[in-house]
């Protein structure tokens, strides 16, 4: 892999950017003598359970913790601040985006909630993200990197694995909370869970109501109407497992998302008002059973469903309504061969379909099943750590793949490691871009290979890795316009396979605990083409950096975050480079209640991610929390 230089937009972000790296590695290594704790464990990036620190592919962690620390509201708003991530959003809290992980396309990164791909079979190529609230969330584990092997369509730019809270923990626990903002804004939520003679339990609920501002730019897009867009957001999550033998547990989970919204559209006049509703509902069954002392099998049988429907009152009324459905069928299994080796093997069946009314008479009912079959080694030979992993999918109507991931660790001593990986990938084209609205049905699949080394350093609470990656994408997607469009319901135009895309570049995490302190930072310097035109990707960043911080004091904790987004092109527009900073704190009044205060956007940064759309203002909230 050739080296990547990339230069920065300017000498001010340049030196910032180098500053808060520098001063996070002088920090790690002049405290790394007073970490306390091993880093987590995590289970995303092979499908076994193994620390952090062992995976070969660059994963990360979101704790507890750090959910906690940061106050963030909604994904979006704590994934900004991941290395390699970059998020961007029509608008406030709630409305629809994408996100590209190693400058891949949203439909190449892999979502999943606790366990279930949150995949939507329309022909948007988004993932509802926008609508995860954090209040369920217990924490998060990034893989990034082509692990299609591992999981199959759509992991071409990496696995982003949300864990619900789970009832963990000896006895009860409660909480209640609430929060106030400048704009109207309001959010109550509640949870209790524990566990009790191998009974797990858990059962939390969240309303988020936000005031909403315009998101529409009226200056760039003047057919728009300038009023607020306002969101609200009602969510309950719960799960329920008995282990009814040692080494068997058997459950059911599940989590439902009602959110409601206002959204802005540039076409028709500056007195149209647009609503819309969106239903995301994951529903499982699962058994975890220690079928002998070195083989356990996990059985799931789940459901996702996004549903959509938008009211478009316009000059000519009319709605829309999208039901987007994954039903999946999964065996995992785990055999250990002896304490340094570890075989995984498993299938997959999914029945996935799509129904729809486009509000312009186009009316789908598509359905088809997928089929896959996987395994994978793992292990160590003193110095020398090993994993391999193969994986067969095959699509109806789109026809078959074969992957494989082959990954390579050298400890260099006890706390750096040198680590490479190659690998292979697909995407299948969904219901919706065959068959949807600007449908092809002669598409093909996208494949794509990846490369990939660095190096790691960790050491009790200190995790720092530095990579150097190369993804390359043929066939991509891509919507080829015709006529010009003249309103929100012309399809003008169709997809089809013609980019060949790339990326490459540098990523660094890190993260450090010591004392009061803890510190996540992260810088990705990556140059995102289209092999075709030799032209930087739609709306990507060349630069990405963050810095987060925070500190207890005795009943204290207080701290900011921080984050860096390069100039990018949106089509023939240009958006500015940014930096967008939070701070916030919290303070114990006594063992169970507290109170919190943040203030998001701080110097009221005027940005945005997507043309023609504003982000939010500065905002400031306050809230109580109880817990028990």
């Known amino acids: 892999m050739k080296i990547l230089f990339i230069r920065f937009p300017g000498p001010k972000a340049q030196a910032c950017l180098f500053a808060f790296l520098a ?19 995590v289970v995303t990036a092979s499908r076994v359970s193994q620390l952090q620190v062992d995976t070969i592919a660059h994963t990360t962690v ?101 864990f619900s809270k789970a009832g963990y923990g000896a006895g009860q626990q409660a909480s209640v909370s609430t929060e106030l903002g400048s704009n109207g804004d309001q959010k109550i939520a509640f949870g209790i869970g524990g566990s009790d003679e191998g009974l797990r339990y ?33 969510t309950v999550s719960g799960l329920l497992a008995k282990s ?53 099998s996990r059985l799931k049988l789940s459901e996702m469903s996004d549903r959509n429907a938008n009211q478009y009152n316009t000059e000519s009324p009319f709605k829309d309504n999208y039901l987007s459905k994954t039903r999946t069928a999964e065996w995992n299994n785990e055999l250990k061969i002896n304490p340094d080796w570890v075989a995984t093997a498993g299938a997959n069946h999914q ?39 193969l994986r067969h999918d095959h699509t109806e109507s789109v026809g078959g793949a074969d992957t494989g991931f082959l990954g390579y660790g050298f400890a260099l001593d006890a706390h750096v490691k040198l680590l490479a990986n190659v690998s292979t990938g697909f995407t299948a084209p969904s219901l919706g871009y065959l068959y949807g609205f600007g449908g092809n049905p002669d598409l093909k699949p996208e494949h794509s290979n990846s490369i990939e080394s660095g190096i790691q350093y960790a050491n009790g609470n200190s995790v720092m890795r530095m990579s150097l990656f190369r993804i390359r994408t043929k066939d991509q997607l891509t919507f080829v316009f015709g006529e010009p469009c003249s ?9 089809e396979n013609l980019t060949r895309t790339q990326n490459q570049g540098l990523e660094f995490s890190a993260t450090h605990k010591w004392d009061a302190w803890s510190v996540r930072a992260s810088l990705t310097l990556q140059d995102p083409i289209d092999l075709d035109t030799n032209e930087t990707l739609r709306r990507r960043a060349k630069v990405l950096g963050s810095l987060a911080a925070y500190k207890s004091l005795g009943p204290l904790q207080y701290g900011f975050d921080m984050s860096y987004t390069g100039q990018r092109n949106d089509d023939t527009d240009i958006l500015s480079d940014y930096w967008l900073a939070n701070i916030s704190s919290r303070y114990m009044l006594d063992k169970q209640w507290s109170v919190q205060g943040r203030v998001a956007n701080l110097f009221d940064t005027r940005y945005q991610t997507a043309y023609g759309f504003n982000q939010p203002p500065r905002a400031v909230f306050v809230g109580l929390n109880w817990t028990h």
Not at 354 to 368: E, M, P
Not at 487 to 495: E, H, L, N, V
């Open 487 to 495: 309103a929100i319901t012309d399809p003008c135009g169709k997809f």
């Open 62 to 162: 979101i704790s507890a913790e750090d959910i906690r620390s940061s106050q963030a509201r909604d994904l979006p708003a704590l994934l900004r601040n991941e290395a390699g991530l970059q998020l961007t959003q029509n608008g406030g809290l709630g409305a629809s985006g994408g996100l590209f992980m190693r400058g891949a396309e949203t439909r190449q990164t892999l979502v999943l909630l606790d366990g279930v791909p949150i995949t939507k079979t329309d022909g948007t190529g988004t993932v509802s993200f926008e609508h995860i609230m954090l209040d369920q969330i217990d924490h998060i584990e990034i893989v990034r990197g082509n692990v299609s092997s591992i999981y199959g369509s759509g992991a071409i730019g990496g696995v982003i694995q949300l």
């Open 23 to 41: 001063n996070t590695v002088s920090l790690v290594h002049a405290q790394s003598d007073e970490a306390h704790a091993l880093p987590a464990v």
């Open 351 to 389: 029945w996935q379909s799509f129904v729809a009314d486009d509000g312009s008479g186009g009316l789908y009912d598509l359905k088809r099943a997928a089929d896959s079959v996987f395994g994978g080694l793992q292990g160590t030979l003193g110095r020398h750590q090993f994993q391999a992993n």
């Open 202 to 234: 858990q059962l939390s609920a969240a309303h988020i109501a936000a005031g909403g501002f315009s998101a529409i730019n009226t200056s760039q897009k003047p057919d728009a109407n300038p009023d607020k867009d306002r969101y609200t957001n009602d």
């Open 244 to 296: 009814w033998s040692k080494g068997h547990e058997a459950g059911v989970q599940f989590s439902h998302s009602a959110a409601r919204f206002d959204f802005d559209s540039p076409f028709g006049t500056a007195v149209d008002t647009h609503y819309g509703k969106t239903n995301l509902s994951s529903y499982s069954l699962f058994s975890n059973d220690k079928l002998s002392e070195g083989w356990i």
